[in-house]
């Protein structure tokens, strides 16, 4: 799995009609939200966790500092061999796959910028 000093993904949940309730997840890795290993392994955790829960019913992912996302972390993705690459990329495809295979109906509350990797 991974070690981390910093929570790039916050969990909450909101409260809906009838009992049931959202999950909201907050991408918040300063300055731009950029996506490295981390912050798509406590995505899924986040995700994951959700899905236990029976009363939510949905899923809310933003960004905080006026940037849902930049996308991809270049600098990150850079310092990569081809292995390493090719793993993150996996990774990457996966959390989409488990994005759009999870019972939770998932929302982008878009505030900000959102360019190339981030509005996927």
């Known amino acids: 799995h991974y070690t981390t000093q910093q929570q790039y993904v916050q969990i909450d949940t909101v409260n809906a009609n009838q009992g049931h309730q959202f999950g909201v997840l907050t991408l918040n890795r300063p300055k731009v939200n950029a996506l490295n290993l981390e912050v798509l392994q406590q995505f899924v955790d986040a995700l994951t966790k959700f899905e236990k829960h029976s009363n939510v019913k949905?899923?809310?992912v933003q960004g905080k500092a006026g940037i849902f996302s930049a996308g991809f972390d270049i600098p990150f993705l850079l310092s990569l061999d081809r292995s390493g690459i090719r793993n993150w990329w996996e990774y990457f495809m996966y959390t989409i796959h488990r994005i759009l295979s999870s019972r939770l109906l998932t929302i982008g509350a878009?505030?900000?910028?959102?360019p190339a990797g981030g509005l996927v």
């Open 58 to 60: 949905g899923l809310v």
């Open 110 to 114: 878009i505030t900000g910028h959102s």
